[in-house]
């Protein structure tokens, strides 16, 4: 099975800055590749797939790039509803496989 | 508004069965596939399971293969997931997911199963 890498596990960011993501596929899964946003006691949420598409009402601040193995998350400038975990997800290769995800915590 | 409500979770011992509902509203049930996803505590996400929107193809993870079937009712809106031979390891918020042909685009609050004696 295609095994994703998130780095790092976790990143401190103070509101306002830039955070970037990244994930790692151990091999190619074109452009087949999703990320989620999860809140404490929430389920996760789609922000993006296909690599760089936002889904339904996800901000512009929200943006995905890469191909093939890899891929990053970027969010512009950090707003305090943002910090939480973020997790990859690769639907290329069966079976669908997530990263371990990335948490984003308040610097 | 898409909307996911399971149930079913708790508390069973190493070898027991449960099963899982998931009410679904706001959308033509049948036309879509639906997933379970699953979530050990402190960590990450792992695909269970898919069945296609008539029911008729399902498809598993090697880790409940055998053990775990996926179903729905058309007629009443709702995914099951039957859990067989349920281990330590099977314990885990389990959650209905629309989708999953690629991206998982919208959870439910999930259903916790714990296993344990």
């Known amino acids: 099975e295609t095994v994703m890498t998130q780095s790092p596990a976790t990143l401190s960011v103070s509101p306002g800055e830039r955070a970037t993501l990244s994930c790692r596929a151990s091999q190619s899964v074109s452009s087949s590749l999703a990320w989620y946003q999860q809140k404490p006691g929430q389920a996760p949420r789609l922000l993006i797939y296909?690599?760089?598409t936002r889904a339904t009402g996800i901000p512009a601040r929200f943006s995905g790039s890469g191909s093939g193995a890899e891929f990053t998350l970027t969010i512009s400038s950090l707003q305090s509803e943002d910090f939480a975990v973020y997790h990859c997800q690769q639907y290329n290769n069966w079976p669908w496989t997530f990263g371990q995800g990335t948490k984003v915590e308040i610097k | 508004e898409v909307q996911l409500l399971e149930s079913g979770g708790g508390l069973v011992q190493p070898g027991g069965s449960l099963r899982l509902s998931c009410a679904a509203s706001?959308?033509?049930?049948?036309?879509?596939?639906m997933s379970w996803v699953r979530q050990a505590p402190g960590k990450g996400l792992e695909w269970v399971s898919i069945i296609d929107g008539s029911g008729y193809s399902t498809y598993y993870a090697d880790s409940v293969k055998g053990r775990f079937t996926i179903s729905r009712d058309n007629s009443k809106n709702t995914l099951y997931l039957q859990m067989n031979s349920l281990r330590a390891e099977d314990t885990a918020i389990y959650f209905c997911?629309?989708?999953?042909?690629?991206?998982?685009?919208?959870w439910g609050q999930g259903t916790m199963v714990t296993v344990s004696s």
């Open positions: 706001g959308f033509t049930f049948s036309s879509y596939a």
């Open positions: 997911v629309y989708g999953g042909n690629d991206s998982f685009d919208i």
């Open positions: 296909d690599t760089s």
